[in-house]
């Protein structure tokens, strides 16, 4: 999708990033619910696995994620094309497939609740937002393509 739409002619950042940051929002709620209730030890409970250590949960998806997704709002701002790249990830991983692994702990578990079914709900939504909103505002073929910034380059502005 991303070569298809927002690779050579990124969405105008004005419409795309307020719903990216409510979806990442929506995606902290997720991850706070799945801290709280010990998605870790479920999953290493589901799978007969050893857990994943609360401090490497913290560490890698409340953290380094954050930061990564907090980073690609500012790369969308400037119409980075890597940016763009990452928000599809987004979109479609956090956003999207892994809504379908939630619905599909609880009958693999055989359980009525599994940590994050609850609120996954909710990036699921905001990245089809997101989607829809991403698919509308790419620019045609034959458009201008977004200025290409010139970091590192002495004299060069973007």
Same mark, same amino acid.
């Given at each position: ?33 799945v801290y709280i209730a ?14 994943? =250590? ?38 479609? =991983? ?21 940590? =994050?079914v609850i609120t996954v ?33 002495? =004299?060069?502005?973007c």
């Amino acid at each position: 999708m991303w070569l298809l739409t927002t690779y050579r002619r990124p969405a105008h950042s004005g419409k795309i990033v307020p719903l990216y940051l409510v979806a990442f929002a929506a995606q902290v709620v997720y991850t706070a619910e799945v801290y709280i209730a010990d998605f870790s030890g479920e999953l290493a409970a589901l799978f007969n696995s050893p857990p994943l =250590g609360i401090d490497a949960f913290v560490v890698s998806i409340m953290g380094i994620g954050s930061a990564v997704w907090i980073l690609t709002a500012v790369g969308l701002v400037y119409r980075n094309p890597f940016a763009n790249y990452l928000l599809w990830f987004f979109l479609v =991983g956090p956003g999207v497939i892994n809504s379908i692994a939630y619905f599909a702990f609880p009958l693999i578990g055989g359980v009525s609740y599994f940590p =994050g079914v609850i609120t996954v709900i909710l990036s699921t939504i905001m990245s089809i937002v997101v989607i829809v909103a991403l698919i509308r505002a790419a620019p045609r073929a034959g458009a201008t393509p977004a200025p290409r910034c010139c970091l590192g380059r002495s =004299g060069a502005s973007c």
